[in-house]
């Protein structure tokens, strides 16, 4: 399945969850930081900002992290229902906050 298509927008609610999913998985697998990162032939750094939600990930390390991890269809879908309900919750908080009392 393909980043664009789950996730056509990266953003910091995406991102975030999507990081925070792949940590799970990779700790689910055993698999250390370094591993994964040398797996994806990135360095350590750049593999934590993923996970952190610092920064994008191309289509071709959604892929490989597909198939490292064992990501399934219905698990992707479902992040991204949750990063769209995060996305609204942070929108609906935002106008709250801006809403004169």
């Given at each position: 399945?393909?980043?664009?298509?789950?996730?056509?927008?990266?953003?910091?609610?995406?991102?975030?969850?999507?990081?925070?999913?792949?940590?799970?998985?990779?700790?689910?697998?055993?698999?250390?930081?370094?591993?994964?990162?040398?797996?994806?032939?990135?360095?350590?750094?750049?593999?934590?900002?993923i996970?952190?939600?610092q920064?994008?990930?191309?289509?071709?390390?959604?892929?490989?992290?597909?198939?490292?991890?064992?990501?399934?269809s219905?698990?992707?879908?479902?992040?991204?229902?949750?990063?769209?309900?995060?996305?609204?919750?942070?929108?609906?908080?935002?106008?709250?906050?801006?809403?004169?009392?």
């Open positions: 399945m393909r980043i664009e298509t789950l996730f056509p927008e990266q953003n910091a609610h995406v991102r975030f969850i999507l990081g925070q999913h792949l940590k799970q998985k990779r700790l689910l697998h055993e698999m250390s930081l370094d591993a994964l990162a040398l797996a994806l032939q990135v360095d350590a750094r750049t593999y934590r900002r996970e952190s939600g920064t994008n990930i191309s289509e071709e390390q959604f892929s490989q992290l597909q198939q490292l991890l064992q990501l399934d219905q698990e992707l879908l479902e992040i991204g229902r949750i990063a769209a309900v995060s996305r609204v919750n942070a929108y609906a908080k935002a106008l709250d906050e801006g809403y004169p009392s």
